[in-house]
């Protein structure tokens, strides 16, 4: 028995240690499956930018805006989920995908925005891009002839004159045109009421879908063209990869020894554990070509928080059992049994988070969700399925000296409802030093936050060097220090446009005098004339849908949120709690953003939700027990029963503070500036997120309950 088990840890530490390899170096040429091949953001980068001009001489900046919003949602269906799309000057569109090193195959791929018509046999339009809505593929099994079909959904413009069309041709032809050119040729067969027809009768699934594709390109309020595509570098340079490469390494071996220290031969299988979770996430982001970016390893960094979570919930338990003196194979059994259902349904509440995200959600959103939400599932088969076997198979192999598996030890109840006036009083005093620096914001600045280029817009200069630049560093070198000296801001972002000697210099707004004396500073330095200077006002990368979108859903997490604790735990009050307690945190993370001045940029919202989703998680760890231990309490003793459940997963919420904490810290410290930015507020979003579970979703919860109890009473 003894040697079957050795050979099966072999056997497990020989596949943990091909998914670490094929991780680190991938498979053949390419490195397929490796994170060498891992498709990197505009930030880390670069990729294709791609820019068009309407067709009409006159628009609405609310036509404008809307093509960007629909735009952006075509460029999530074809993968694009990290791509910027943003106004420049009164009548341009700016497209950047990244990743991409091919123009003219993301033109492609793309389709040409341009002017989509459905014409009857006379020649007189029936309806044309701006009546429709959307146009779908749905796929009908049980028909022979009309298999894939696609539907055609119009607004209530089009709806009404689509419906004079087909009653007017029926058993003839409404040819579809997309920029003058025939695309296809259906045949009415009924009067259409509804807004919504079918095209039936497509070849396959490939036909339907380009059929569809075009329609919704054509279907831009705005007809565009295109002005210019080029493919540009990265934001942000090597530098930021390298470190933080560095910076994870350095977090996750300091994690590891945490890990060996404090919990031993446990910690030693979820090292092992860990490993083989960081491998296969790699290898499944590589596979699956989803695009990183900065937000993107913030999903990553709290699906790794929520890995060592569930271990650090499992082992607790564990210990737990062992000091009931149980054996010591009855006690993991029972540990990871008992550990259970605070881990589902922590994770199953982030989950639910990250499935919303991405369906309500465009551009960076999406992609943290898809990274969370990998994590999530991962991290859950690691926890209770190879930690599992491998702490099974130390005991089978002899190693079963309970000291090196830790034994619980009576600690001392904390006194946490007989002093919840002073946690909700730190709460209150911190959340207020936020509220007092809104008017002070708003005096100096004139905004409440400090905005950054993606949330208010700014200045795109284009120049023309007359040198070619290889990397970020060399561009940066070579003119940050002109830029910010010229124009006062802190923090521009550069691009260089790869294959020619142009440089694309992003600020925050600059006025008249500001564009002038960037523009002859960049004369003096390249001798060059005003005429290779091209500079133009751009908007936001996340515009006001994308902004309302974020809401929508994070709306909709929270209600979703309440409803499954509500279900899961049988009491709406441990819902409400938690909500209150995400909202506290989200209300701390904002504080830090006003107090230190912080740009409001992608991070920002990566930040806020990564936060959302740790809070949630901690919180439900101390509401499981609560509702575990209200099983065996004294009739009314809420008190005892919160201020016993509290110590007793104390240990647990500082260890996995702790964790994320480390990699965080260790980030903030090596990472540069933009990663500083990004993760300083998630180290207080860390702490904030342990303080509510164990202070404020507590002694909440307990308030209601004793609410409850006196209308009872009363009643």
Partial sequence: MKGKSILGLVLMMLV???????????????????????????????????????????????????????????????????????????????????????ANQVLAELGKPGKLEFKDEAGNVVISGEDVKDASVFEDAGSLTSRFNVRLELNEAGTKKFAEGTAANINKIIEIYYNDTSILKPTVSTAITDGIATISGMGSIESAGDLASTIRIGALPLELQELRSNVVGAKMGQDAISTSVKAGIIGIVLI?????????????AANIGLAFYSALLIIIISIGDITLTLPGIAGLILSVGMAVDANVI???????????????????????????????????????????????????????????????????????????????????????????????????????????????????????IGLIKIPVNLSTQGEIFNKDIEFAGGTSTLVSVGKHYNTYEEVESDLLELVVEATGVSTPQFQNVEGKDQVIIKTSNLSTEQRIKLEESLVAKFGIDTSSIESQTISATVSNEMKRDALIAIILSTIFILIYITIRFKDYKFGISSIIALVHDVMVMITVYLVFNIPINNAFIAAILTIIGYSINDTIVVFDRIRENQKHMKRGDYQGVVDLSVSQTFSRSINTSLTVFIVTLVLNILGVEAMRQFTFPLLVGTISGAYSSIFVASPIWYLLKMKEEKTTKSA
Avoid: C
Avoid at 31 to 46: K, Q, T, V
Avoid at 260 to 268: A, H, V
């Fill in 256 to 268: 590891f020894v945490f890990m060996i220290i404090y919990y031993r031969i446990p910690g030693l």
């Fill in 314 to 432: 499992i082992f607790a338990r564990i210990r737990e059992e062992l000091a009931m003196e149980k054996t010591l194979r009855a006690s993991v059994n029972a540990g990871f049994k008992k550990a259970m259902s605070a881990i589902l349904d922590g994770n199953i509440t982030t989950f639910i988070v990250a499935i919303i995200l991405f369906v309500m959600g465009t551009g960076t959103i999406k992609g943290f969700a898809v990274t969370l939400a990998l994590g999530i599932v991962i991290s859950m088969f690691t926890a209770f399925v190879v930690t599992r076997i491998i702490l099974n198979l130390f005991v089978a192999i002899g190693i079963t000296n309970k000291k090196l598996y830790g034994v619980a030890h009576e600690g001392r109840i904390l006194p946490i409802i007989a002093k919840r006036k002073l946690w909700f009083a730190i709460s209150i005093a911190v959340i207020a």
């Fill in 16 to 102: 943990i240690s091909a998914a670490v390899y094929i991780a680190y170096i991938g498979v053949g040429v390419n490195h397929r499956a490796g994170a060498r091949d891992i498709n990197l953001g505009l930030d880390l980068e670069g990729g294709v930018s791609i820019t068009y001009t309407t067709v009409k001489e006159e628009v609405t900046s609310q036509e404008v805006s809307d093509t960007i919003y629909k735009l952006a949602k075509r460029l999530d269906e074809k993968g694009y989920t990290e791509a910027e799309v943003y106004k420049e000057g009164n009548k341009r569109i700016n497209v950047d995908i990244p990743g991409a090193k091919d």
